[in-house]
């Protein structure tokens, strides 16, 4: 369960009948997706929601550069994120462009379809796990406001999952041995993992499911 989803969940993701799975969108497509399909056969309606995803396609891109953008800057260590500052800052401070719904609406969405997602898994007799970690500036400003481990618990025991995989414990433990610990557990300039990252998370993962 990826820090990025509470905030998808909230403010992009949306289902419209005529499309066979929820696209991306913000509220300005959404009213501009419903005037096209009020007005429009269903015939094109394939050809204009490729056009709107090739359009966010790009957004997409131009979200993560602004992250990467973020961690470049000079006046602290770590970067703040807009999609995970919602952890360490109150929300009168959080964008209200980025943020168009509150938190709440992305906390509810999350947890029904992660427990969807538990009823599938258990259709098939699969055990269903979530795995969470932490964001470079989760690290470094903390969950001050925000409990991404307790919510991912209230999410777990909502969803009946087999267990929560945390790698918080693993990640504080390197940051406060390593001087370093950025660079070890992230790509630079980035949130994703780094070789040495990926690695402790596949350890972990192993550890606790076999």
Same mark, same amino acid.
């Given at each position: 369960?990826?820090?990025?989803?509470?905030?998808?969940?909230?403010? %992009?993701? !949306?289902?419209?009948?005529? &499309?066979?799975? *929820?696209?991306?969108?913000?509220?300005?497509?959404? %009213?501009?997706?419903?005037? +096209?399909?009020?007005?429009?056969?269903?015939?094109?309606?394939? $050809?204009?929601?490729?056009?709107?995803? %090739?359009?966010?396609? %790009? $957004?997409?891109?131009?979200?993560?550069?602004?992250?990467?953008?973020?961690?470049?800057?000079?006046?602290?260590?770590?970067?703040?994120? +807009?999609?995970?500052?919602?952890?360490?800052? *109150?929300?009168?401070?959080?964008?209200?462009?980025?943020?168009?719904?509150?938190?709440?609406?992305?906390?509810?969405?999350? !947890?029904?379809?992660?427990?969807?997602?538990?009823?599938?898994?258990?259709?098939?007799?699969?055990?269903?796990?979530?795995?969470?970690? *932490?964001?470079?500036?989760?690290?470094?400003?903390?969950?001050?406001?925000?409990?991404? +481990?307790?919510?991912?618990?209230?999410?777990?025991?909502?969803?009946?999952?087999?267990?929560?995989?945390?790698?918080? $414990?693993?990640?504080?433990?390197?940051?406060?041995?390593?001087? $370093?610990? +950025?660079?070890?557990?992230?790509?630079?300039?980035?949130?994703?993992?780094?070789?040495?990252?990926? &690695?402790?998370? &596949?350890?972990?993962?192993?550890?606790?499911?076999?």
């Amino acid at each position: 369960m990826d820090i990025t989803d509470l905030h998808d969940e909230s403010n %992009r993701w !949306m289902i419209i009948d005529q &499309a066979l799975m *929820p696209i991306v969108v913000n509220q300005q497509v959404h %009213r501009e997706l419903e005037n +096209q399909i009020n007005n429009i056969e269903k015939l094109y309606f394939t $050809k204009n929601l490729i056009t709107f995803a %090739r359009y966010y396609s %790009r $957004k997409i891109k131009y979200n993560f550069s602004e992250i990467i953008d973020n961690f470049l800057s000079k006046k602290k260590e770590i970067g703040s994120t +807009q999609y995970g500052n919602f952890i360490y800052l *109150p929300n009168k401070d959080l964008d209200k462009n980025f943020w168009i719904n509150n938190l709440d609406v992305g906390k509810n969405n999350l !947890m029904e379809n992660t427990k969807k997602i538990s009823q599938l898994a258990e259709n098939i007799k699969a055990n269903f796990y979530i795995i969470i970690y *932490p964001w470079p500036d989760t690290l470094y400003f903390g969950e001050k406001v925000f409990s991404w +481990q307790n919510f991912a618990k209230e999410t777990c025991d909502y969803s009946k999952c087999k267990k929560i995989i945390s790698l918080f $414990k693993e990640f504080n433990e390197i940051k406060y041995k390593n001087s $370093k610990w +950025q660079e070890h557990l992230y790509l630079k300039n980035d949130v994703h993992f780094s070789k040495e990252g990926a &690695a402790i998370v &596949a350890k972990k993962i192993i550890s606790e499911v076999f």
